[in-house]
């Protein structure tokens, strides 16, 4: 079983999802960050940026631990994502096996970003709800307050500089 992440290594760890969000905004790619943690919430096995419309941080990480991973392995990790997964990526990681998912600012608080941006159509659709239509759990932990906000400020004038909706 995963060990339970305390409040500090959930913070750190989405504080280093948000770098790596911000290395892919330097690569000229949507600021989206993701790691999988082993069950011991700590090491980091794996990190990913935003690709691309398709390939967003959370799904490309989850189908590549799904590629290197045994499932028993995996429902015992955590994937850690800058924003709430989309349906596409929480569908991902359903199907990956991964056990947890820990976010730092609700799929909600983007939208209220991006608009109708047409780059980042998002889905009203909470991760919490594509996971319950499932036949195993995924614990999910989030949003954080205590990070959210730094994890929108990265997306603060991104999208607008992309031209608008």
Do not use: K
């Not at 995996?74 to 997964?85: K, Y």
Request: glycine residues 10%; hydrophobic residues 40%; negative net charge.
């Amino acid at each position: 079983m995963s060990t339970a992440l305390t409040e500090d290594q959930c913070a750190r760890h989405l504080r280093r999802a948000d770098t790596v969000a911000r290395r892919a905004m330097d690569m000229g790619r949507h600021p989206f960050g993701a790691l999988l943690l082993a069950p011991d919430g700590e090491t980091v096995l794996a990190e990913q940026g935003n690709i691309d419309t398709v390939n967003h941080a959370e799904s490309t990480l989850a189908r590549h631990a799904a590629a290197n991973y045994p499932g028993a392995y995996l429902a015992q990790c955590t994937l850690v994502t800058t924003f709430e997964p989309c349906a596409m990526c929480a569908g991902t990681v359903y199907w990956a096996g991964i056990g947890r998912v820990l976010y730092g600012a609700e799929e909600t608080e983007l939208l209220a970003l991006t608009g109708s941006h047409p780059e980042n159509p998002t889905l009203s659709l909470p991760c919490r709800e594509v996971f319950a239509r499932g036949q195993r759990a995924v614990e999910v932990i989030g949003p954080v307050a205590a990070v959210a906000p730094e994890m929108l400020a990265t997306h603060r004038g991104f999208w607008e500089s992309r031209g608008a909706g």
